[in-house]
Nanobody, 116 residues
């Protein structure tokens, strides 16, 4: 298992940008598929984006496609989520996750609030 710590959340106005980071412990970070999820108040956690171990393959939920970009730096054991053109409906707790067959390791989450 890998330990994950998210950072970069905060309060931003609609149309603004934020960049989330997720730092991972361990020497096997580059072997993990990494993902971002979010959970809005009163809703279930939903998938946002994922990136392959080498960074060459990415996949996004339709709700964020064209606005969010997932990337990773294996030398720094870090995955990022660049969020642009933020909307109030993007508000929620954002979690990063790591896995191979499935996402078995999760961070504690970072709050993102988008005001209208």
């Amino acid at each position: 298992q890998v330990q994950l710590v998210e950072s970069g959340g905060g309060l931003v106005q609609a149309g603004g940008s934020l960049r989330l980071s997720c730092a991972a412990s361990g020497r096997t970070f580059s072997s993990y598929v990494m993902g971002w999820f979010r959970q809005a108040p009163g809703k279930e956690r939903e998938f946002i984006a994922r990136i392959s171990w080498g960074g060459g393959i990415t996949y996004y939920a339709d709700s964020v496609k064209g606005r969010f970009t997932i990337s990773r730096d294996n030398a720094k054991n870090t995955v990022y989520l660049q969020m642009n053109s933020l909307k109030p409906e993007d508000t929620g707790v954002y979690y990063c996750a790591a896995g191979r067959a499935d996402f078995g390791s999760w961070g504690q989450g970072t709050q993102v609030t988008v005001s209208s």
